[in-house]
């Protein structure tokens, strides 16, 4: 099973993302979504789901969870937007991945057996930060991820940006 991984999209739906995300079976977007409509519009390609970032407000936005609990099989993963707020231990509870946003920074890695992913900004671009947004890849119990860059020139090319899975 293929899921793509989205976050701060911040009201903005690149037509790159759309076309990435065709043909995944699910949709994790870790927040600051900035409007109902971005999620409409993902839920056209997949079923979603989503989680409040810090500037998401509004009634559409206090409808969503402050967290997520995604099960792909017998795989469990935990969504948030803001790393920081992070109040388990991953492991322990039984995530195999713990999934977040915020920093618009892609991030990669797998600590005491959990992986640690942050799919990037796939909104506006903030700083020198790449847009781009991830795919995760479950098979039985297993993760694997790799990103996705969102620029003008390459919309499905999937380039690492160097990150490695410890």
Not at 15 to 22: D, H, I
Not at 70 to 81: D, F, K, N, S, T
Not at 90 to 117: C, D, M, T
Not at 122 to 141: D, I, M, S, W
């Amino acid at each position: 099973m293929r899921i793509g991984v989205i976050s701060d999209t911040h009201g903005f739906l690149r037509p790159q993302a759309l076309e990435a995300l065709k043909g995944v079976s699910l949709i994790i977007h870790a927040g600051d979504i900035g409007s109902p409509e971005i999620l409409e519009k993902l839920s056209e390609i997949a079923p979603v789901k989503a989680v409040r970032g810090n500037t998401d407000r509004g009634e559409w936005a206090l409808a969503l969870p402050q967290t997520e609990v995604v099960e792909v099989g017998e795989v469990r993963i935990y969504v948030l937007h803001d790393l920081h707020a992070l109040d388990l231990a991953p492991k322990a509870a039984g995530f195999a991945a713990v999934v977040f946003g915020h920093s618009h920074r892609p991030h990669l890695e797998r600590k005491n057996g959990v992986l640690f992913l942050n799919p990037g900004s796939a909104g506006p671009r903030r700083f020198t930060l790449p847009v781009c947004l991830a795919y995760l890849k479950v098979q039985e119990n297993s993760l694997e991820a790799e990103f996705v860059p969102l620029d003008m020139q390459t919309s499905k090319t999937v380039l690492p940006y160097g990150f490695s899975v410890y």
